[in-house]
């Protein structure tokens, strides 16, 4: 699940201008299928903590969250932050695109880990990360293809 807290990005592709307005279910805002094949491909993944039932609470950014903001992000259910993920994930249901959000943890939320947080320390987290989302990637691609 994902909840929006962003303002003031494009939110949709149909308007009302050119394009009428177009009304989409976002009930699960993510493709189930590509969903499963990046949870398979996690499992697969040696040492890799997987979380698999979250909330994704998009913020605006480019600041991270203050502490407060942090406790109420966990009061509406928010397991994990970030600075996107909307409104892309709107954008690819509106064009019928499959997506899904794999989410790399580069720092602990404000007010979470007892110390402010790191930014010098969040490009080499990052890194790290995305070496995690490239192997997850391949093994769902992997198993894709053995598929058929």
Do not use: K, W
Not at 33 to 54: F, K, Q, Y
Not at 69 to 88: F, H, K, N, W, Y
């Amino acid at each position: 699940q994902i909840i929006d807290y962003t303002h003031g990005r494009d939110r949709t592709y149909f308007d009302g201008g050119e394009d009428p307005v177009r009304h989409i279910d976002f009930t699960y805002p993510y493709d189930a299928a590509l969903r499963r094949a990046l949870l398979d491909g996690a499992r697969a993944v040696e040492d890799l903590s997987v979380i698999e039932d979250g909330c994704y609470g998009a913020m605006e950014g480019p600041r991270l969250e203050t502490a407060a903001e942090i406790r109420r992000l966990a009061q509406d259910g928010c397991t994990v932050v970030g600075l996107s993920g909307m409104p892309e994930a709107v954008l690819a249901r509106e064009l019928d695109l499959a997506y899904a959000t794999l989410a790399v943890v580069v720092n602990p939320a404000a007010g979470t880990a007892g110390a402010p947080i790191d930014v010098d320390a969040m490009p080499a987290s990052i890194e790290r990360g995305m070496e995690s989302a490239r192997a997850v990637i391949a093994q769902a691609l992997s198993a894709a293809s053995a598929a058929g």
